[in-house]
T-cell receptor, first 115, second 112 residues
Framework: GAGVSQSPSNKVTEKGKDVELRCDPI?????LYWYRQSLGQGLEFLIY????????KSGLPSDRFSAERTGGSVSTLTIQRTQQEDSAVYLC?????????????FGDGTRLSIL | DQQVKQNSPSLSVQEGRISILNCDYTNSMFDYFLWYKKYPAEGPTFLISISSIKDKNEDGRFTVFLNKSAKHLSLHIVPSQPGDSAVYFC???????????FGKGTRLHILP
């Protein structure tokens, strides 16, 4: 489809395992963003990409979190040594340009559950 | 410290009546505001936005009002329809840091 695609839609894993979440943005969108939504909370900004570079990594909760984007398209968010507090819905969004006066287009998210 | 606050976690409105969702902010540097709508198991979808230089923007059944002196904005939906039942997020763009900050959302229930 033409929208933002995220995979997997659901992921259940044991504490301590590494997980990788994938985001396919809308074709041609320069900007890509990762957010997470914990239970009862709003959208927490994690990181954004302008092309393949990430100018602002200030939102990543700890050094267990990392993200990359290749070819100006697909992005992966990796969480190492997962903890129970990492359980959340991880949302990816894209837009034609970084931030600016335009809305972001969101994927349906990956629901991550850490046992 | 929350810069964008949606103080009502939920709101119930009769079908056909007006729904009013409120949002307060603390940072006077926000230069525009957005509302997103989110259904369960789906990502948020953009609804309507307003620049800080305006006080009203209307799109069909949806109108957003901005009161800069009170640092308050509201989303009006009239008439409310069953499909409007969703979580609504208020978001604000911070020009200085070029970031968008989201509120925690308000769950709207449209009653038959």
């Amino acid at each position: 489809g033409a929208g933002v695609s995220q995979s997997p839609s659901n992921k259940v894993t044991e504490k301590g395992k590494d997980v990788e979440l994938r985001c396919d943005p809308i074709s041609g969108h320069t900007a890509l963003y990762w957010y997470r939504q914990s239970l009862g909370q709003g959208l927490e900004f994690l990181i954004y990409f302008q092309g393949n570079s990430a100018p602002d990594k200030s939102g990543l909760p700890s050094d267990r979190f990392s993200a990359e984007r290749t070819g100006g398209s697909v992005s992966t968010l990796t969480i190492q040594r997962t903890q129970q507090e990492d359980s959340a819905v991880y949302l990816c969004a894209s837009s034609p340009q970084v931030w600016g006066n335009q809305p972001q287009h969101f994927g349906d998210g990956t629901r991550l559950s850490i046992l | 410290d929350q810069q964008v606050k949606q103080n009502s976690p939920s709101l119930s409105v009769q079908e056909g009546r007006i729904s009013i969702l409120n949002c307060d902010y603390t940072n006077s540097m926000f230069d525009y505001f957005l509302w997103y709508k989110k259904y369960p198991a789906e990502g948020p979808t953009f609804l309507i936005s307003i620049s800080s230089i305006k006080d009203k923007n209307e799109d069909g059944r949806f109108t957003v009002f901005l009161n800069k002196s009170a640092k308050h904005l509201s989303l009006h939906i009239v008439p409310s329809q069953p499909g409007d039942s969703a979580v609504y997020f208020c978001a604000a763009h911070l020009n200085r840091d070029d970031k968008i900050i989201f509120g925690k959302g308000t769950r709207l229930h449209i009653l038959p």
